[in-house]
């Protein structure tokens, strides 16, 4: 089957792996935090569809301002994460291996993107 060129990124591919965790932590947190499985269901989504939509642009300051949403939209779900863990909403592996995937993801937007410090 072909593929899109941003299907052949490892930072989508990783995204796309990313938002299945995500799934199966949503999945399984109890009733009573729509709020929470809300936000973190859109800011998983937004990494994917944003690297998706950074590849059809024609200029690199387009690009780069779709990647650096898609690398916000990471850090917001590693602090949805966050608050997950603290308030002890869902298994802590399940966590760690969602964080992983997005340092990676992180890491990989930072160079696609990169930052002024």
Do not use: W
């Amino acid at each position: 089957m072909e593929q899109f060129c941003y299907e052949k990124l490892d930072v989508y591919q990783c995204s796309m792996e990313f938002l299945a965790h995500v799934y199966v932590i949503i999945d399984k947190l109890p009733k009573g935090y729509c709020h929470l499985e809300d936000q973190l269901r859109r800011s998983s989504l937004s990494i994917p569809l944003n690297i998706a939509e950074a590849c059809g642009k024609s200029s690199p300051q387009e690009r780069k301002r779709f990647f650096d949403i898609a690398r916000g939209s990471a850090l917001e779900s590693s602090a949805i994460l966050n608050c997950c863990f603290t308030l002890n909403l869902a298994h802590p592996v399940n966590l760690q291996k969602s964080r992983s995937l997005l340092m990676r993801i992180v890491q990989m937007l930072s160079k696609l993107a990169p930052h002024s410090r």
